[in-house]
């Protein structure tokens, strides 16, 4: 995701999220994408993204939102716990 958000002539749109430190960045991806009020699930941008697509069902090309700190949503949002912390 740093590679992306680089500064760089032809990513002036993105000019927010590049001076905003990658962990403040929300980053979700749609758990249902065919259905109007699809839950999202919020990633962790730290956690490898293959654990965390471990319990999702994936069809087609996913698509990841990403959010500035100061921006607001209006969809149900799905937090995860983190399957490294998990104690058995």
């Known amino acids: 995701m740093e590679e992306h958000l680089k500064p760089g002539p032809c990513n002036h749109k993105l000019y927010p999220f590049c001076a905003e430190q990658l962990d403040c960045l929300n ?3 749609c758990k249902y994408p065919k259905g109007p009020r699809s839950p999202f699930h919020e990633l962790d941008i730290r956690a490898p993204i293959r654990e965390q697509y471990a319990n999702l069902v994936i069809q ?4 990841i939102h990403v959010f500035l700190p100061s921006h607001s949503y209006d969809f149900d949002v799905i937090k995860v716990a983190d399957p ?3 104690q058995l």
């Open 60 to 63: 087609g090309c996913p698509q």
């Open 84 to 86: 490294r912390h998990h």
């Open 27 to 29: 980053f979700f991806i």
